[in-house]
């Protein structure tokens, strides 16, 4: 089982940017997936997670009403379109899968995990 995020880079503030997680291995189309970051000597913090359908999605406060969480199950993919950046949003950003149905923004409850994309947005 693989997660492949790609589309991380150098933006500058105010830019976006669109991160793309792809999957392999098995298909997480029955499950929720969800987008995580982490920024340096920081601990990873939850950003949004979309339902199995895509019906349902939840941000974090931080990036709500600037990120929009989609999937497309027939490709076995998860995409973050990142709007408004800031130099705070700089972070490697890490895709997940859960592997039950759980509605959760904890990372405990997400069982598969990519390698990282780092975001990086500069003032």
């Known amino acids: 089982v693989q997660l492949q995020a790609s589309g991380g880079g150098l933006v500058q503030a105010g830019g976006s940017l669109n991160v793309s997680c792809a999957a392999s291995g098995r298909t997480f189309a029955d499950y929720p997936m969800g987008w995580f970051r982490q920024a340096p000597e920081q601990d990873r913090e939850f950003v949004a997670r979309?339902?199995?359908?895509?019906?349902?999605?939840d941000y974090s406060d931080s990036v709500k009403g600037r990120f929009t969480i989609s999937r497309d199950n027939t490709k076995n993919a998860v995409y973050l379109q990142m709007n408004h950046l800031q130099p705070e949003d700089t972070a490697i950003y890490y895709c997940?899968?859960?592997?039950?149905?759980?509605?959760?923004?904890?990372?405990?409850?997400?069982?598969?995990w990519g390698q990282g994309t780092q975001v990086t947005v500069s003032s």
């Open positions: 979309i339902s199995w359908s895509g019906a349902f999605t």
């Open positions: 997940a899968a859960a592997s039950t149905s759980a509605w959760s923004s904890s990372s405990d409850d997400y069982d598969y």
